[in-house]
């Protein structure tokens, strides 16, 4: 009983301990951070595109068709290549992303499937 009565809160320690180690460690470790649109839109830079195929969904009561592009897209520096994105476009802009039309746009050089339009007119939709 007396081994028992010994063991029992050395073990216990250890497990608080371990506990606290572990805790402390996790809080050292740095978060992986996830850019969102606003700051991938503030490093973005200039680019323009070529529309090689473009489907808008119907205008919303907002003034707004959901438009899927696929994109030749030409970034200075680097090769063509080719993207799909998805934005909003205001129903008046429509004629801009229509098939065979050229775009300019603002890529995010970090990462090249974040296309955004150049102008008020659009907005990125994920």
């Known amino acids: 009983m007396n081994t028992f009565m010994i063991i029992v809160p050395i073990l216990l320690v250890g497990a608080m301990i371990f506990w606290t180690t572990r805790q402390i460690g996790k809080q050292r470790k740095p978060k992986a951070v996830k850019k969102d649109h606003h700051i991938r839109q503030e490093h973005a830079v200039w680019a323009w595109t070529k529309v090689i195929s473009s489907k808008s969904g119907p205008v919303s009561t ?7 592009m696929q994109l030749e897209v030409h970034l200075p520096g680097t090769e063509p290549y080719m993207a799909t994105t998805n934005w909003l476009v205001e129903a008046e802009a429509l004629g801009y992303v229509e098939t065979g039309k050229e775009v300019p746009v603002r890529i995010d050089p970090e990462d090249l499937k974040y296309i955004y339009p150049n102008g008020p007119w659009a907005k990125y939709v994920e």
């Open 62 to 68: 907002a003034g707004f068709a959901h438009v899927e």
